[in-house]
């Protein structure tokens, strides 16, 4: 079942089996799916409404030897579908999968994708118009979509990167576009809910990722041309400098996270108070090792410390994500 190449009867077959196990286990069964079959699966679970019995027999039968009590697995498949992918994946990797599978459509070369090296996508988008890059873009992790953006020209990644801000959602007409750069056809029509990908969110996420100069490139640019944009951009991204803002639990929290080596590369580049938070936050013996592995160290490379800093960064953004930390970013952000 767990096969890439799967026909259409071996699908609804598979697909029939998992409602008839239930929630947890079919949960424990996608986790060793690839994201294609997950999706094909998932698909097939929201279409089958009903399911003769003698279908359903057949089914079990093959796999278990248990026959079925009912034919009517499932109310209401289309919750199942969102429960089970949930429990299995989480939410964020869930809810980009689910929207896809109720509404129908397919986007399966896009998701290929996120199987490539960002420079091999670079060079396919190279020459397509802003707003297909970034209709595909907010589709991939913010940390290939930076990859990918390094691939562009200045010009070519600025215009990009203000489409993908301003991008409030994506129609399913507009995705039927991308048919063109993906060579796929896509299911889907105009009462189709849009997507709710792209935004201010996505845009400071790939910024974040994408290094300091380019960073202030992109951002003068989308100033020029709107600078309330570019400064809503601004409150939702966070820099190395910002972890100061961390309260010491949130910092304990990081600290657990961090390898050593990364934490004394990422260090080089850290202001003085960066540095004594960070010793406060440790125990003496912990602080003073750390101490003395920055003093031993050598000079580094600046991109080798950028690039520790950025590895820090997915850290601090993963940890917010789960709640376990909070980082103020915004001169909006109150607490109580």
Same mark, same amino acid.
């Given at each position: 079942?767990?096969?890439?190449?799967?026909?259409?009867?071996?699908?609804?077959?598979?697909?029939?089996?998992?409602?008839?196990?239930?929630?947890?286990?079919?949960?424990?069964?996608?986790?060793?799916?690839?994201?294609?079959?997950?999706?094909?699966?998932?698909?097939?679970?929201?279409?089958?409404?009903?399911?003769?019995?003698?279908?359903?027999?057949?089914?079990?039968?093959?796999?278990?030897?248990?026959?079925? #009590?009912?034919?009517?697995?499932?109310?209401? #498949?289309?919750?199942?579908?969102?429960?089970?992918?949930?429990?299995?994946?989480?939410?964020?990797?869930?809810?980009?999968?689910?929207?896809?599978?109720?509404?129908?459509?397919?986007?399966?070369?896009?998701?290929?994708?996120?199987?490539?090296?960002?420079?091999?996508?670079?060079?396919?988008?190279?020459?397509?118009?802003?707003?297909?890059?970034?209709?595909?873009?907010?589709?991939?992790?913010?940390?290939?979509?930076?990859?990918?953006?390094?691939?562009?020209?200045?010009?070519?990644?600025?215009?990009?990167?203000?489409?993908?801000?301003?991008?409030?959602?994506?129609?399913?007409?507009?995705?039927?576009?991308?048919?063109?750069?993906?060579?796929?056809?896509?299911?889907?029509?105009?009462?189709?809910?849009?997507?709710?990908?792209?935004?201010?969110?996505?845009?400071?996420?790939?910024?974040?990722?994408?290094?300091?100069?380019?960073?202030?490139?992109?951002?003068?640019?989308?100033?020029?041309?709107?600078?309330?944009?570019?400064?809503?951009?601004?409150?939702?991204?966070?820099?190395?400098?910002?972890?100061?803002?961390?309260?010491?639990?949130?910092?304990?929290?990081?600290?657990?996270?961090?390898?050593?080596?990364?934490?004394?590369?990422?260090?080089?580049?850290? #202001?003085?108070?960066?540095?004594?938070?960070?010793?406060?936050?440790?125990?003496?013996?912990?602080?003073?090792?750390?101490?003395?592995?920055?003093?031993?160290?050598?000079?580094?490379?600046?991109?080798?410390?950028?690039?520790?800093?950025?590895?820090?960064?997915?850290?601090?953004?993963?940890?917010?994500?789960?709640?376990?930390?909070?980082?103020? #970013?915004?001169?909006?952000?109150?607490?109580?």
């Amino acid at each position: 079942m767990a096969e890439s190449k799967l026909d259409e009867r071996g699908l609804e077959n598979a697909a029939i089996l998992l409602m008839s196990l239930g929630e947890e286990e079919a949960a424990g069964v996608f986790r060793h799916l690839s994201p294609k079959e997950v999706q094909r699966l998932g698909e097939t679970i929201a279409r089958l409404k009903s399911i003769p019995r003698e279908r359903v027999d057949e089914v079990l039968e093959s796999f278990t030897g248990v026959a079925a #009590t009912q034919s009517h697995l499932v109310d209401d #498949t289309d919750a199942y579908v969102k429960s089970v992918l949930r429990k299995a994946l989480g939410d964020d990797k869930a809810n980009l999968l689910i929207d896809r599978i109720l509404q129908g459509s397919d986007v399966s070369g896009i998701e290929s994708l996120k199987w490539m090296d960002p420079g091999s996508v670079g060079e396919l988008l190279r020459n397509e118009h802003p707003q297909i890059v970034a209709a595909i873009l907010v589709h991939l992790e913010s940390e290939q979509a930076a990859g990918v953006m390094g691939v562009f020209s200045e010009r070519h990644r600025n215009e990009v990167m203000m489409r993908i801000a301003t991008l409030d959602g994506i129609q399913p007409a507009a995705l039927k576009d991308l048919n063109e750069v993906m060579s796929r056809v896509l299911a889907g029509g105009e009462k189709l809910k849009k997507a709710t990908l792209g935004g201010i969110k996505p845009a400071a996420e790939i910024i974040n990722l994408m290094g300091s100069s380019v960073e202030t490139s992109v951002l003068d640019y989308i100033r020029q041309a709107d600078g309330e944009l570019a400064q809503k951009i601004m409150d939702n991204m966070f820099t190395f400098d910002d972890l100061e803002k961390l309260d010491d639990k949130g910092m304990q929290s990081l600290l657990k996270e961090v390898q050593s080596e990364s934490l004394v590369l990422a260090l080089k580049g850290a #202001t003085p108070e960066m540095r004594e938070k960070i010793f406060r936050c440790m125990s003496t013996r912990a602080a003073e090792t750390l101490r003395e592995d920055l003093e031993s160290r050598g000079p580094v490379r600046v991109s080798e410390v950028e690039a520790e800093q950025k590895e820090l960064l997915k850290i601090v953004r993963r940890l917010m994500d789960e709640g376990q930390i909070v980082l103020p #970013t915004g001169a909006g952000d109150d607490f109580v």
